[in-house]
């Protein structure tokens, strides 16, 4: 048995060995190197770091998604991280996950994942692994990266994406909802010709929320800075006779969704009545 140090003056590539020997009267036994012989292993030096890179892209999935957005609805964060197809000594090599929590360090987020192929590679951050978390919370902002580790253990930590995902999971509330309308006996009753107008606030700027009364969409139009709707519905032949009944359906910029409402804060209501009188 014999022991070499590598001590880095070595040239990278196949390190070569040979084994001479002879036997106790003098007899020279086949010389073995690191072709030849009954076990033909070799050692491959390589103390060359992988390229520099940078993180490919980041994206969040979910059933709502909003472009650099973690939101109440959001399952998972893919990042994909580019693996030098010029380097062979990268398979079986490893990538490391880190993440970076409101300009904090980054650290290993998750477990080493190996390289198998050349190309993009693909690392899914799971809704329950992302939340738990330590650092995870209500409107921090999460930077990601990566190290390559080649086989031989040389490692290179790549440039982070250069855009943050910002974790908002609050859904949005609605509030001060008024029915009124515009008869000219100020009741609840309206006809033919009448227009019912809603009015609703909201705790934080929505987007594009929708209304429908009975099966038509309505249009809103919005003030102060997306936090307060309004619209007019007109009554028409067309409008089912009876109690008028609407929805609405919000979303906010970071794709959380609200409750759907169909009643009004102070429970009125308004019943069309389209049958002349005999």
Known sequence: RAIYIIDGSEDEGYLRFTIEFEDWVGNTGIKIDTTNGSNSGYVLFDQSPPADFSIDTVFVNGLVNERGYWNSNSDSIIIVIPISDQDQ?????????????????FTDTGDPISINTLGM???????NNFISLPSFSEGSNVRFTA???????????????????????????????????????ESHWVRVGDQASLSFTSDEGLKDPTLIFHDDTVDLVTNNSGLEWTSVYDLTNETQQGLLIF???????????????????????ILFDKVQPQ
């Not at 590679?121 to 809704?127: F, G, K, T």
């Not at 906010?252 to 804060?265: E, L, P, R, Y």
Request: overall charge negative; some cysteine; charged content about 20%.
């Open 89 to 105: 000594s990268l398979l079986e090599g490893e990538c490391q996950l880190q993440l970076s929590f409101d300009g904090g360090p």
């Open 147 to 185: 190290t390559i580790k080649d086989r031989a253990g040389n490692s290179t930590l790549g440039t982070a994406f250069q855009d943050s995902i910002h974790i908002d999971e609050t859904r949005p509330e609605l509030y001060n909802i008024f029915l009124t309308n515009s008869n000219e006996f």
């Open 121 to 127: 590679l693909d690392i899914s951050l799971v809704r």
């Open 247 to 269: 929805s609405i359906f919000s979303t906010d910029s970071a794709g959380n969704t609200s409750d759907t409402v169909s009643i009004t804060s102070d429970e009125s209501k």
